[in-house]
């Protein structure tokens, strides 16, 4: 049964609000997507705060104009899962990249990140990158290595101290 007018407004309005507060997204063109896929998909992505949709172009490209993305319509050819990351501008893509290893049915279109367009290979690489959380853990390790050493230093000056007080008390037999 055909959509009406107001709820494909309706349709449009929802995903403007979500294009509005989304950190990146990532378009996908699918083929042979079966309901298995679909629900395997939604459930990895709500672990990573990722929200998949399925929506009709025209209404997908109309809610991207409606907030200021200049797509071409035929950047987005063939049936296009959309992801949007709301949380990490990586987990978008890397759920996307990892879930399309197993499927060659699934091909990476291009996506949003920063307010702009990106083409695919964009995405596969933003892919590889390590998340929010690995990226912070590198650099409390970075900043705390120089630390950490620095202690160590001073314990070793402390314990060949302990160490000569100890061959002296040895010699002298007490």
Do not use: C, W
């Not at 302990?162 to 040895?170: E, F, M, T, Y």
């Amino acid at each position: 049964m055909p959509k009406t007018r107001a709820q494909k407004s309706e349709i449009i309005d929802e995903l403007a609000d979500k294009l509005a507060h989304i950190k990146s997204a990532v378009f996908t063109k699918v083929s042979g997507y079966t309901m298995e896929d679909a629900n395997s998909l939604r459930e990895k992505g709500r672990a990573v705060g990722v929200e998949v949709i399925v929506a009709k172009k025209t209404l997908l490209v109309r809610a991207l104009e409606n907030n200021g993305f200049k797509i071409d319509r035929k950047d987005l050819e063939g049936s296009i899962l959309t992801t949007f990351g709301f949380n990490d501008e990586v987990a978008a893509a890397k759920l996307i990249a990892d879930f399309a290893k197993e499927r060659e049915q699934m091909v990476i279109v291009g996506g949003i990140l920063e307010g702009a367009f990106v083409g695919s290979s964009a995405i596969k690489q933003l892919a590889t990158l390590p998340s929010k959380e690995q990226l912070l853990a590198q650099l409390v390790r970075t900043i705390n290595g120089p630390l950490s050493g620095f202690v160590q230093v001073l314990a070793g000056n402390l314990r060949n101290f302990v160490s000569v007080l100890n061959a002296i008390k040895d010699t002298k037999g007490v």
